[in-house]
């Protein structure tokens, strides 16, 4: 699946450190802004302990586990809208990507200059966030005024998109975002044509000191995020960058469990924010098992079976007949997939099969 998530925030909040860490990429981070000027693009494997049992019950010759794709984008200031700072690249950039994990500075640091001259997380959130409103503001209004004129002619298609740009418009005029708005199945497809920053989902990351990451919530920065991230429904999570990019250079696994528990924490803060983002997009995961290999695939939530088929090769969708299938559960109860079918637990699913989160599945198909 090719979505992505984008990581924005103000310049200094630990964005790049942040992306370091999950991609191991090394990117530049630098105590100045704008030390991110292209986005910088890296691939994660998904944390997924499901795969790990998967490989212990059938013992294959290599596990792949599947991937999702960050996107660090330059950090943005107030006056991004109008082109302040790097904000036309900003907002070219973060048009790319289908969700957006904003990271919020909740840790003082004297060492570490702040863009606005003092550490205030609310006040760093609404400045990203009017950016975006005020210019989705912009391109809805051209947009409005394009297409009224149009739909006076009765054009089918400018009249629906005029309802739509019409419930939108003052909605933003109130500084709130498109993804506030419920939009009927029919103005879907509208919405998501208008390629508005304000309708992708969002996911606030607030970016803690090392004393913080055991207890957050003692952390009033973090609390201010969390009240706020409730008035929109947005999850929040708490990592440090600083620490998170340390534990990614351990190269062996017991060294980075030693230096979770000396954190005090049982995982890590990356592994939290790859699973949300994932689960932010709607993605969900399913399985392949064999002696060759054990493998995790993404598809959308939703898809139906030939689609599944259809992740690993389009021939195996144009040729789909059935896919045999067994929840994870179940294949763990039973130990293997001999004794799931002696207990009537594998199924044989057709073309109008819903695939769930955690299938194993065998797909058979003819081309």
Request: proline share 4%.
């Amino acid at each position: 699946m090719s979505l992505t998530a984008g990581i924005v925030g103000l310049p200094n909040v630990g964005k790049s450190t942040l992306f370091n860490a999950i991609t191991k990429a090394g990117v530049e981070a630098a105590n100045y802004p704008f030390a991110t000027i292209d986005p910088n693009v890296g691939m994660v494997e998904v944390p997924d302990y499901r795969l790990d049992e998967l490989t212990k019950l059938v013992n294959p010759k290599k596990t792949v586990p599947t991937t999702f794709e960050f996107t660090d984008i330059a950090g943005i200031v107030r006056g991004a809208s109008k082109g302040e700072g790097l904000g036309n690249q900003f907002l070219s950039h973060i048009r790319q990507v289908d969700a957006i994990c904003q990271v919020v500075r909740c840790f003082e640091d004297e060492n570490i200059t702040h863009v606005e001259g003092k550490v205030n997380p609310l006040a760093d959130i609404e400045t990203i966030n009017l950016e975006l409103v005020l210019a989705d503001l912009e391109s809805v209004t051209k947009r409005h005024a394009r297409v009224a004129k149009i739909a006076k002619t009765k054009d089918k298609d400018a009249v629906a998109e005029l309802a739509v740009l019409d419930k939108i418009k003052p909605v933003l005029e109130e500084g709130l975002p498109v993804r506030s708005i419920e939009f009927y199945d029919e103005e879907l497809p509208i919405v998501k044509g208008l390629f508005l920053l304000t309708s992708k989902p969002m996911l606030y990351v607030a970016n803690v000191a090392e004393e913080d990451v055991a207890d957050p919530d003692s952390n009033e920065l973090v609390q201010m995020v969390r009240d706020f991230a409730a008035t929109e429904g947005a999850k929040v999570i708490t990592v440090c960058a600083r620490a998170e990019e340390e534990i990614a250079e351990l190269e062996d696994e017991e060294d980075r469990q030693e230096f979770l528990e000396a954190l005090g924490i049982e995982e890590s803060g990356l592994d939290q924010l790859i699973r949300e983002a994932y689960d932010l997009l709607g993605l969900a995961t399913y399985f392949t098992a064999g002696e060759k290999e054990v493998r995790a695939w993404t598809f959308k939530q939703g898809m139906k079976a030939p689609q599944c088929a259809g992740v690993i090769h389009t021939d195996f969708e144009k040729g789909f007949i059935r896919a045999e299938t067994v929840s994870f559960e179940d294949l763990k109860q039973y130990g293997n997939m001999h004794a799931a079918k002696e207990a009537g637990r594998v199924r044989l699913e057709g073309k109008e099969y819903v695939v769930n989160d955690g299938d194993i599945m065998l797909f058979r198909f003819n081309v």
